[in-house]
């Protein structure tokens, strides 16, 4: 089993309620942080798990429709944090980057991609089948900004489908394992977008990628649910509901294990502090 080395980063925030994210709690603004991950494989080098916002959001969202997200979604990014430029300060060009695995095309996870001119792209071919024709306000509903997405994408990219999947993880169901070495198994937690992947790595306490299966450790840790009305920017809350049990359950199981969802404030932090 070969090991990597996680760091967890992030690329600008956008502001959300805390009665969205946990439903039933006192109104309050808070960050809800565009995190992604750096991983470093011993023999296939940099990679990363999404790509956090980059400026090109702005101009992306420019005009309608989708300024409709910008507005909905007020989002704050600045340069000097985007993923390429925070790498570039520990010493990773962009150029170094060689893979890049996508949870699922929200903008929030996929604004930076066009900054990685090596890199490989990974992600679910579910996902990427079900937004790759939408344009205009059917892209929007899917939290979709076509022009994010890299010009040479489809030619760049290894699909994934789970019908190729080998390896059986407890609670989490079948998983890939991405470079058949057990580094990062890639598993499935449909609902918060349709084909979303998660990641398990063998980091020294291991580390468990969830993305949008939960937003904040809350929802995991005691299945406190978000509001109902966030239902109407998912792809399926049954499926959603699935997804959290399982994260739930397999953090019973393994609570040494770390567990980060993708903008939860409190975990990002823990994590900052702990280094
Ligand atoms: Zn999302």
């Given at each position: 089993m070969t090991?990597?080395?996680?760091?967890?980063?992030?690329?600008?925030?956008?502001?959300?309620?805390?009665?969205?994210?946990?439903?039933?709690?006192?109104?309050?603004?808070?960050?809800?942080?565009?995190?992604?991950?750096?991983?470093?494989?011993?023999?296939?080098?940099?990679?990363?798990?999404?790509?956090?916002?980059?400026?090109?959001?702005?101009?992306?969202?420019?005009?309608?429709?989708?300024?409709?997200?910008?507005?909905?979604?007020?989002?704050?990014?600045?340069?000097?944090?985007?993923?390429?430029?925070?790498?570039?300060?520990?010493?990773?060009?962009?150029?170094?980057?060689?893979?890049?695995?996508?949870?699922?095309?929200?903008?929030?996870?996929?604004?930076?991609?066009?900054?990685?001119?090596?890199?490989?792209?990974?992600?679910?071919?579910?996902?990427?089948?079900?937004?790759?024709?939408?344009?205009?306000?059917?892209?929007?509903?899917?939290?979709?900004?076509?022009?994010?997405?890299?010009?040479?994408?489809?030619?760049?990219?290894?699909?994934?489908?789970?019908?190729?999947?080998?390896k059986?993880?407890?609670?989490?169901?079948?998983?890939?394992d991405l470079f058949k070495d057990e580094s990062i198994l890639?598993?499935?937690?449909?609902?918060?977008?349709?084909?979303?992947?998660?990641?398990l790595?063998n980091?020294?306490?291991?580390?468990?990628?969830?993305?949008?299966?939960?937003?904040?450790?809350?929802?995991?840790?005691?299945?406190?649910?978000?509001?109902?009305?966030?239902?109407?920017?998912?792809?399926?809350?049954?499926?959603?509901?699935?997804?959290?049990?399982?994260?739930?359950?397999?953090?019973?199981?393994?609570?040494?294990?770390?567990?980060?969802?993708?903008?939860?404030?409190?975990?990002?932090?823990?994590?900052?502090?702990?280094?």
């Open positions: 090991k990597v080395k996680f760091n967890l980063l992030s690329a600008g925030y956008c502001e959300a309620n805390r009665s969205h994210a946990l439903r039933k709690s006192s109104s309050k603004t808070i960050k809800f942080y565009a995190t992604y991950a750096h991983i470093e494989h011993p023999v296939f080098g940099h990679i990363l798990f999404d790509s956090g916002y980059a400026s090109r959001f702005y101009e992306a969202t420019k005009n309608y429709p989708f300024k409709i997200y910008a507005k909905i979604t007020k989002v704050f990014i600045d340069e000097k944090d985007e993923a390429k430029n925070i790498l570039k300060k520990k010493g990773i060009h962009p150029s170094d980057i060689k893979f890049i695995i996508i949870s699922h095309f929200h903008a929030d996870h996929i604004a930076g991609l066009r900054d990685f001119p090596n890199a490989e792209f990974i992600c679910s071919n579910v996902a990427y089948q079900d937004v790759k024709n939408r344009k205009g306000i059917s892209a929007l509903k899917r939290g979709f900004v076509p022009s994010l997405m890299p010009d040479d994408f489809e030619s760049r990219t290894k699909f994934l489908s789970f019908d190729d999947a080998t059986e993880v407890d609670y989490l169901g079948k998983t890939i890639i598993c499935q937690l449909e609902g918060h977008a349709k084909g979303q992947i998660g990641a790595l980091t020294d306490k291991k580390t468990f990628l969830i993305s949008d299966a939960a937003w904040l450790k809350q929802n995991y840790i005691d299945l406190h649910l978000p509001n109902p009305i966030v239902r109407l920017f998912f792809d399926s809350w049954s499926n959603f509901k699935t997804s959290l049990y399982k994260v739930h359950n397999y953090h019973k199981a393994h609570p040494e294990t770390q567990i980060i969802p993708c903008h939860c404030e409190e975990t990002l932090k823990e994590l900052t502090y702990s280094k």
